[in-house]
């Protein structure tokens, strides 16, 4: 008679997927570990707190797909998560739900309705960048007398100058900065690449200042905070709100606009595009994987496509109106 397989206990399963096929199967970054982490932290709680399972008492046949989708949903509702951040979740779910496959057969059933629940679609809006007034208005607002502002000066001149991720200049060390022939900074990016961003003489002169006045040891952060640690990323939304703030009596176009550290990443991009650089650069620049993810630059850009269109001449046409000639074509005209 064919026994039922050995199905490991939900904590087995978790723990193992952390430490044996994260750590050292994949290898994975501690962004991604902490990211899926937070997945699992956030479902334990909402297990708790609606379906009142305690986190021990858990077993994969309760994350069967309906409650998993009334899961993402609360992270919409209720804790009203952008829908990407909704993606990002199921993400880390189906990737434990394939490695649970591996471990428990018997669970099939379960996890394929799991891994059939779809990625949900989401409106990409136009980026918003600044003007070149715009952003020079904001490098200049911190105040250059004192420690704060010349970080924050360094910093706002770091985002525009190498286009990176706030993530990526926060965890910038002093070793990662060469102000010898051809000043550049060596850039940590997604999926542990890294790429060289030359600098531009007023940002190495600036660093050059900077650093006589930090810790310059190699593994001394390049922006520290008051106490000596890398800066957060809450951190710099603030310090870049208060500059915008300060900026906006001299460019009121700044006035009532969302800008994030982001904002200038995307500022780089098409200030970049708009000089002539060629896209495949600008995604070497950004630390894009694929030119595909720059292509979006483009389409902010109206002074190109502007010019694109001053280049068509419009031929004489007659314009004519149309007549369904039959009435299924009559009932699909008038939806």
């Known amino acids: 008679m064919n026994q039922r397989p050995f199905s490991p206990a939900f904590s087995t399963l978790l723990q193992d997927f952390f430490c044996q096929r994260l750590v050292n199967q994949c290898n994975a970054s501690t962004c991604t570990i902490a990211a899926y982490r937070d997945t699992f932290r956030i479902l334990l709680s909402y297990l708790e707190q609606f379906h009142k399972k305690r986190p021990g008492e858990v077993t994969l046949t309760d994350l069967d797909a309906p409650r998993l989708l009334s899961f993402l949903d609360y992270l919409q509702e209720v804790r009203k998560n952008s829908i990407r951040s909704r993606n990002s979740r199921l993400a880390a779910l189906r990737s434990f739900m394939r490695y649970a496959a591996t471990r428990d057969p018997a669970s099939l059933p379960i996890i394929e309705r799991v891994l059939a629940i779809p990625v949900k679609r989401y409106d990409r809006r136009l980026l918003g960048f600044l003007s070149r007034d715009e952003i020079q208005a904001i490098q200049e607002a911190p105040a250059p007398s004192t420690w704060s502002g010349q970080r924050d000066r360094i910093m706002f001149g770091l985002l525009y100058n190498t286009g990176a991720r706030v993530s990526e200049v926060v965890g910038l060390r002093v070793s990662d900065v060469s102000l010898d022939q051809g000043p550049s900074v060596r850039i940590r990016g997604k999926g542990r690449k890294e790429r ?37 990323r809450s951190g710099v939304e603030s310090r870049l709100k208060k500059a915008v703030q300060i900026a906006a009596k001299k460019q009121p176009s700044l006035l009532g606009r969302a800008i994030s550290p982001h904002t200038l990443r995307h500022t780089t991009a098409m200030h970049l595009l708009q000089s002539g ?56 005209e008038s939806l």
């Open 277 to 332: 650089v060629d896209l495949t650069v600008i995604a070497l620049w950004l630390g894009h994987e694929s030119t595909l993810t720059t292509h979006m630059y483009m389409e902010t850009d109206l002074a190109m496509k502007d010019r694109a269109l001053n280049k068509l001449k419009p031929g004489p046409t007659k314009r004519l109106r149309y007549r369904p000639t039959d009435k299924i074509l009559e009932f699909l």
């Open 196 to 232: 060289s961003i030359p600098l531009w003489r007023t940002t190495a002169a600036a660093l050059r200042q900077w650093l006589n006045r930090i810790d310059q040891a190699p593994t001394a952060p390049l922006l520290p905070n008051s106490f000596g640690k890398p800066m957060s």
